[in-house]
């Protein structure tokens, strides 16, 4: 009975957390949505970009700080944050939020806990070639990157 009792608060506890701990990659999957799309999640990353306020995209872009090496899956995500304005470019920072697809983009929204772990923080840009004949915008989406040619 004991055991009983230990796996019903165990799943108790993940229902009220309603949290996953997930890569920013794990999050984008390798498809065109997110296999955690509907759900909460909490990750990490560094905050590569911010634009709140009038007339902007109201969040900021994420990316992970190694990635996972695997070109098919994008390292950054855009968070929709509208009224935060504690966020800075360089702040790695661990956020609780929901996974929704936004126009065919993965975003995460509704974001709650956002803690800076440490400031001032780089990202260095992902330098891409870009073909119009052979080109994958899925493996990209919300990362820092930089074009290699004109």
């Known amino acids: 009975m004991r055991n009983f009792y ?15 701990n997930v890569t920013i990659p794990a999050i984008q999957g390798g498809g065109n949505s997110s296999p955690y799309n509907g759900q909460n999640v909490k990750t990490t990353g560094i905050v590569t970009a911010v634009f709140v306020g009038s007339g902007t995209i109201n969040g900021f872009f994420m990316q992970d700080k190694t990635g996972d090496g ?8 855009f968070v929709y944050s509208p009224n935060n304005t504690t966020i800075e470019k360089g702040d790695e920072i661990s956020i609780t939020a929901s996974v929704s697809e936004y126009f065919n983009k993965t975003q995460l929204s509704n974001a709650s806990n956002i803690t800076v772990l440490s ?30 040619q004109p």
Do not use: A, C, H
């Not at 695997?70 to 995500?77: A, K, L, Y």
């Not at 990202?123 to 074009?147: A, C, R, T």
């Open 119 to 148: 400031k001032g923080n780089t990202i260095q840009p992902q330098k891409i070639i870009y073909d119009i004949n052979n080109w994958n915008w899925e493996s990209y989406e919300g990362m820092l990157v930089e074009f290699q």
């Open 70 to 77: 695997n070109p098919g899956t994008s390292d950054g995500i």
């Open 6 to 20: 230990t796996f019903l608060f165990s799943i108790l506890v993940f229902t009220v957390s309603g949290q996953v």
